[in-house]
């Protein structure tokens, strides 16, 4: 495991990087992101195991008592596995969630009890604007949803997009061919009745920034990259 590294990819939001080697044949990177505002939120908390590293990439940002949301897509330890570690580090922040991962998972697994988002429920964070978007089964988990931030169009795509290598932090280069190349490989995606309906809704926000929890993130025409991959999956 590396150090992890420190990239602003948009306006106020920050990319934290750890490449890992192992998991496959090239090094596989874990990547967080801070949106910095007001009340910042951090989505997606990390293995539980990399806490302490990212915790300290951080809080060179902002100090932990000042996070306010802490945030994820589904329950899996490269999400989550923080969780409870981040809730004793930041005394002020608050877990939030879809209805279904709170019911299902998180009113017993978090140390303080979560705050459940509707669909389309949007948290103002003071300068940011992040709207919950549930998206069962994509790209895996009953309980899978995502971000998307208003204010500069980043959806925040958790595992969507997936590709290997420690490549640069934010790229304008096609990243659908090498995610659609590595999920030929591990087959992550859940392909549900709901994947390319799913899908289609996340292109139509039109996003320009695509932060992405493993591989670069990309900034240009969102919605194409994500219409390859439901191709792909329609094609499957
Ligand atoms: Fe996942
Ligand atoms: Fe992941």
């Given at each position: 495991m590396t150090e992890t590294k420190t990239f602003e990819i948009a306006d106020n939001i920050y990319r934290f990087s750890t490449a890992v080697s192992g998991v496959g044949p090239e090094p596989f990177t874990f990547n967080q992101f801070l949106i910095m505002a007001d009340a910042p939120m951090l989505f997606h908390l990390g293995h539980r195991g990399m806490q302490a590293s990212i915790a300290a990439a951080v809080e060179r940002i902002v100090p932990l008592a000042r996070l306010r949301y802490l945030g994820f897509g589904h329950v899996e330890a490269d999400e989550c596995g923080g969780l409870n570690a981040w809730l004793a580090a930041a005394p002020h922040a608050e877990v939030v969630h879809g209805q279904t991962a709170c019911m299902v998972s998180l009113n017993d697994l978090a140390d303080r009890a979560p705050r459940p988002l509707a669909d389309g429920e949007?948290?103002?964070?003071?300068?940011?604007?992040?709207?919950?978007?549930?998206?069962?089964?994509?790209?895996?988990?009953?309980?899978?949803?995502?971000?998307?931030?208003?204010?500069?169009?980043?959806?925040?795509?958790?595992?969507?997009?997936?590709?290997?290598?420690?490549?640069?932090?934010?790229?304008?280069?096609?990243?659908?061919?090498?995610?659609?190349?590595?999920?030929?490989?591990?087959?992550?995606?859940?392909?549900?009745?709901?994947?390319?309906?799913?899908?289609?809704?996340?292109?139509?926000?039109?996003?320009?920034?695509?932060?992405?929890?493993?591989?670069?993130?990309?900034?240009?025409?969102?919605?194409?990259?994500?219409?390859?991959?439901?191709?792909?999956?329609?094609?499957?």
């Open positions: 949007v948290i103002d964070l003071g300068g940011k604007r992040l709207r919950w978007m549930d998206t069962p089964h994509v790209p895996h988990g009953w309980e899978a949803g995502l971000f998307y931030e208003e204010t500069g169009a980043t959806l925040f795509c958790g595992d969507l997009l997936t590709h290997g290598g420690d490549g640069p932090p934010l790229t304008e280069s096609d990243i659908a061919g090498p995610a659609i190349a590595m999920e030929d490989v591990f087959h992550a995606m859940s392909m549900a009745p709901n994947t390319g309906a799913v899908l289609q809704r996340l292109a139509e926000l039109e996003p320009t920034t695509l932060a992405l929890m493993h591989g670069s993130s990309f900034r240009g025409d969102g919605a194409s990259a994500l219409r390859a991959l439901a191709a792909h999956c329609a094609a499957v």
